[in-house]
């Protein structure tokens, strides 16, 4: 009695209900799936250690649930030893000189007629791309959003200058800090943005620049180049930027501080 009873135990241990590891065969479908497929990833491509290491460390991140990485990867470089975005950057520094050349002598040509020209145009290369900033007394009557008509002939020669160039253009209006209150302008908001409208509608009348290409904005007072501490400054700061954007700042710009001083 007592070694059948141990029998009955061992073959009760031994037993195991229907399909209790059909769960490895998928398991082992899905590894050797991988596996093939990373041999024939390797036999068609060149492995970088790195980059295959920020996707694994990708994959990791996902299958344990956490927000994914996002790989920076810019594809084959166009010139060896540069990637794409790098080799980007160059041809448009090069048109942007190349720009701001031209715009040097049209300045040139301005100061023949108006000597004091340059005292109210300056040109600069920050990190968007090439700011072109006219001075709202070249501009505008104090007050007021309507262009001199000196200001539409040196709008009209910039527009044609930037005719022919594939960048956005963005037009900003500044202010100084002392408030204004008309029915017309109850704050520097309202003055600094139709003031910047009324460029960009003028560069856009005046040449064969797309609309599409150009937006205007307005930043009141709250973006000075200088503290608005004395009247000298003041007047610095009162301006209407026309910046050539270059293609990486075509939908965002760098803060402030991250720009070039001019």
């Known amino acids: 009695m007592f070694g059948r009873k141990g029998r009955k135990n061992n073959k009760h241990t031994d037993e195991k209900g229907p399909g209790m590891e059909r769960w490895l065969i998928t398991y082992a479908d899905l590894i050797t799936l991988l596996l093939v497929f990373f041999v024939v990833m ?21 299958l344990a649930g956490k927000a994914p990485e996002i790989l920076d990867y810019s594809g084959p470089a166009i010139i060896e030893g540069q990637s794409g975005a790098q080799y980007g950057d160059i041809i448009q520094g090069t048109e942007l000189e190349t720009i701001r050349l031209q715009l040097a002598e049209y300045l040139k040509f301005l100061e023949t007629m108006s000597p004091d020209i340059s005292d109210n145009i300056v040109i600069m290369q920050q990190e968007r791309g090439l700011v072109i900033s006219l001075k709202d007394t070249l501009l505008f009557p104090k007050g007021s959003a309507v262009l001199t008509p000196r200001a539409r002939q040196v709008i009209s020669g910039v527009g044609k200058s930037l005719a022919q160039i594939p960048n956005y253009i963005r037009v900003e209006g500044h202010t100084d800090n002392l408030p204004i209150h008309t029915a017309q302008f109850p704050s520097n908001w309202e003055l600094s943005v139709i003031r910047a409208t009324n460029v960009a509608k003028q560069l856009i009348n005046e040449s064969s620049i797309s609309p599409e290409k150009i937006s205007a904005t307005g930043y009141g007072e709250y973006r000075p180049l200088v503290p608005n501490n004395s009247e000298v400054n003041r007047a610095i700061n009162r301006r209407v930027d026309i910046v050539i954007l270059k293609h990486k700042y075509e939908y965002f710009e760098p803060f402030p501080d991250e720009e070039s001083s001019p």
């Open 42 to 62: 390797y036999s068609i491509s060149t492995v970088n250690a790195q980059k295959l290491q920020a996707v694994a460390s990708s994959l990791s991140q996902v």
